[in-house]
């Protein structure tokens, strides 16, 4: 981290001064509000993703929203948050480049705030709750940094009624494997095969990693779950999803997975006119243009043959139960 | 390297930077401009808005020109002579600010950041935390409605603070303070990074020529070059000029690119 934007409100917390002391060369600037940084014009995304800053702030409310309709696992009362903006990885298809003028990463300290906001979130419901992680971020690939993760799990080992589902391509697991496992939690990777990302997600864990990680945590008794998502077309698609699923479920339990869910591609219009201006050179953009509802999204003869077969295949490997349509982040 | 502009107040300040550079008069109507093998060179004059007038009027002027580094002297409770690289620009009297994205601490190593803050009048009010100039704001103002603020920064060199104060300034200790940032401007030239930017020239130059032969109108031009965007991402070129020459029309060059492009196989 070369540069570190600090609101003055922050900087004498001891989680800030912990961040802080991980990155001694650091630049330090400090700043009222990290929006001033974060949504100010005339910054690049595609720049700023070679060395992004680190911003550290307060999050001030909104800190619990619920999910748009669709997304959910199961349950009833579905929420998600997100303690930090952006990601250290660099997947093309992602909607974080078309929704933020910033690639620089904020990271909001005030993890209790959060904390008590799902707890008085889960009190207000009768039924159980469930809390999405990894909405605007991915939820582990900073953890080494943040802990953010490992102090969730704390407060969520106290609150049964209150479910988390932690949404990752990383393998930053030392932390999970060094605890007892929570009934209350899913550790959700999102899978594509192999080729998809590598020409896709740059910077991310190759397929195989993220496989060993979740046997990992599934050997140590965490409930884990597959997100096939997004699910891209191409001339070889049904090759690709068959390779990718037999690789997967040949090397877990599958009785024992919690949940599998698919996810169309799908971005905002305004989302992916930005991101093609960024990445004129990306071929996955170049060969995506059907609007449909505002929405960028493939035709709708080719997103259901892609989530047809998809969820034919499926079924060779989960039992109903175990399946949800459409989790999609985008 | 893409053409880089430096930016300075005074002649005292542009002196040194015309020699080291070996830049030479370029004749404008009512800026003042330098040009050199690696960058050009604006003296904007004294004051916010000279330097954001002159700033707006360089780049429609120079539309080459894709970096902005002001390079000038500033008051600060530093040592003297000590070069600065600004990593946030206040407008005193606005309060608006901006933050230039600062490249890898690695490739400036010795060179400290601080807050500039751009004074309507000179201030002797130094402290650790700021260095006051009068331009930085104006140059901001205006480089920012059209470049990424990881191309426009700005690099101080400390002229005055409460030992040696501002009446002590001559154009002398002025020009001799800039050769010292000489270094760290060229490093900075140097950091900035237009290798993260996409490549469209190929893209550029097959629409320049097309729509010199075929009438486009404005529309039709933006969308040919998304259509070229496009065809170059799938096949990694542009669709060959020779087998384009058949087509006299927008609107026959659009269904044909259309079609090549629905047909493009995708595979992974
Ligand atoms: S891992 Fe998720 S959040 Fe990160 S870049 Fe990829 S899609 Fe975006």
Known sequence: ?330 | MPSICLITALPAEARPLITYFGMRAIGHSHLRLHQGESAYLLQCGVGKLNAAARTAAMLQSLPDVVAIINVGIAGSDRTLGETLLAHGVQDQASAQQWFPHLPAVNRLPDVASIQVCTVDKPSSNYTQELAFDMEASGIFNAASKVLDLAFVHCVKVVSDNAESTLDTITAKSASASIKEAIPTVEKLMHALPFDALPSTSAVEALSHALTNRVHYTATERHSLKQLLHRYNALFNEVPNAQALEKYNNAKDIRKMLLSKIDSAAVTY
């Open chain 1, 1 to 330: 981290m070369d540069t570190i934007y600090i609101e003055r409100d922050v900087l004498s917390l001891s989680r800030t001064q912990n961040i802080l002391s991980r990155y001694p060369n650091a630049r330090h600037v400090l700043v009222d509000r990290y929006t001033d940084v974060f949504n100010a014009p005339a910054q690049n995304f595609r720049v700023q993703k070679r060395n992004p800053a680190l911003i550290l702030a307060h999050k001030h409310g909104n800190r619990v929203i619920e999910t748009p309709p669709g997304y959910h696992i199961g349950g009833e009362n579905n929420y998600y948050f997100s303690h930090m903006l952006n990601c250290i990885y660099d997947c093309r298809y992602c909607f974080l480049q078309g929704m933020y003028r910033s690639a620089n990463y904020v990271v909001f300290v005030n993890y209790d705030d959060f904390f008590e906001d799902i707890k008085r979130t889960t009190d207000l419901n009768s039924s159980p709750s469930w809390f999405f992680s990894g909405y605007d971020c991915d939820s582990l690939a900073l953890e080494p940094m943040t802990r953010f993760i490992e102090t969730c799990l704390d407060n969520f080992s106290m609150t049964p009624k209150a479910n988390l589902e932690i949404r990752t391509k990383s393998t930053q697991i030392r932390n999970l494997l060094a605890r007892p496992a929570l009934d209350n939690c899913v550790i959700a990777y999102s899978l594509s095969p192999e080729e998809v990302v590598s020409a896709e997600e740059h910077k991310t864990p190759s397929l195989a990693k993220r496989i060993s990680a979740l046997k990992s945590l599934q050997d140590h008794g965490w409930h884990i779950g597959l997100r096939f998502d997004p699910l891209l077309k191409a001339d070889n698609y049904q090759q690709l999803y068959s390779d990718l699923f037999e690789q997967v479920f040949k090397e877990l339990n599958r009785s024992a997975i919690h949940s599998v869910s698919l996810g169309p591609f799908r971005l905002p219009k305004q989302f992916f006119k930005k991101m093609i201006r960024l990445y004129p050179e990306s071929k996955l953009l170049a060969a995506s243009t059907n609007m449909r509802d505002n929405m960028l999204s493939y035709d709708e003869q080719t997103e259901s043959s892609l989530l047809n077969f998809c969820e034919t295949r499926l079924q060779d490997y989960i039992t109903p139960d175990q399946y949800f349509p459409c989790v999609s982040v985008s």
